[in-house]
Every structure is written in C-alpha cells, then in structure tokens.
C-alpha cells in the first residue's frame, strides 16, 4: 500500500489498557503499523502475551486510508468494528489496534461486548498517543562549495533529516526530506544536482 503524500496523525507508540467487565479480562494494544508485516507482528505479540484468549479482534487503518479488521470469532461486528471505531474517531491512519478477551463466564450480549471492545480500544489508542507523521523521500543532492551554507541552512528549514555527507569533488547531502517540503527545497536550491 502506498503511502500518502500528505502528512497523517497516527499513534505515537505503543498503548496498552486493560478493561473487567462481568468477569471476562479485556488486554487492548494500540500501536503504530505502515504495513500488513507490522499488524501481523502486534497480532503475534498479543497472543503470545494472552494465550488463554480465545478471541482477539483487530483492526488497522493503512496510511492510505485503506482499512482492515476482524471479529475473530466473535459475533458479527463486537470485535473489529468497535477496535475500527476507536483508530477512526481519532483520524488515524498508519494505526492498529487488537483487543484480547478472556472469557470470564459471564455472556454480555452483542451489545456490550461490543461496548467493551470499543472501551479497551479506545483506552489503549488514547493511552498510545498521536503524532503527525510527514511522509518522506530519499533525496541526495549535490551543490557547488559556494552554496554549501545556503543547502545546510535550506534543509534545516525543511525539516529535513541529513544522513549523509560527503565533501569529495563537491558536497553531497544525503537526506529523508518530507515529501511536502520538497518544491520548497528545489526552489530554495536552483543549481543543485538531484538524483
């Protein structure tokens, strides 16, 4: 899936919260996921964690807007919608979140296991945190030794992150610019050498 070309909020790290209701142990985990790999390793670590849950919904919102879930089992709807629910109400994107139930021996009924998925989820999004996420390109560029200020100064302005120097026959910058910054950057440096 590709990436926008936009900047997105998406979750700050990891969040977990724990939720009791009628018995049954709720463990919800929210973290940040680009990919399918991401969402399949949460899903691992959360089983591994919980292995006497029997359910464990998710949900996962791809940075391009595309989207995923799963009610594991659980009735239609209780389980992956309730976890969408929370990473939407946020608009996040590049996000999962998983809920592991414990059965407690209680039945709660479609409408508050979906309640308490939603509640589990929603703790561990808000308990993860948001940050804006900028997407970003490789670029290397190559300037003359009397632009070197000017390109240092440029990519500071846009927020770019320098990865590689190198001053052999000229200067060469190698950085992750976001994507949103790079007209800027093109403009600000006219006679350099992009690849």
Sequence with gaps: MAEPEVP????AGLGAASL??????FFAYAAPAAD???VGALLADVRARHHEARHVPYA?????GATRMSDDGEPSGTGGRPCLGALGRHRLRGAAVTVARI?????LGAANLGRAYGEAASAAVAAAGTVERRPERWVRLTVGYPDLDRAERALVRAGARVTERGFA???TFGAW?????LDGLREALPRATWS
């Design 60 to 64: 996962w919102i791809a940075p391009d």
């Design 20 to 25: 009791l209701v009628r018995r049954s142990r």
């Design 36 to 38: 399918a790999d991401e």
């Design 169 to 171: 026959d000229a200067p």
């Design 8 to 11: 997105y909020l998406t979750l």
């Design 177 to 181: 610019v976001p994507v949103d910054a």
């Design 103 to 107: 059965y407690g021996g209680v039945q």
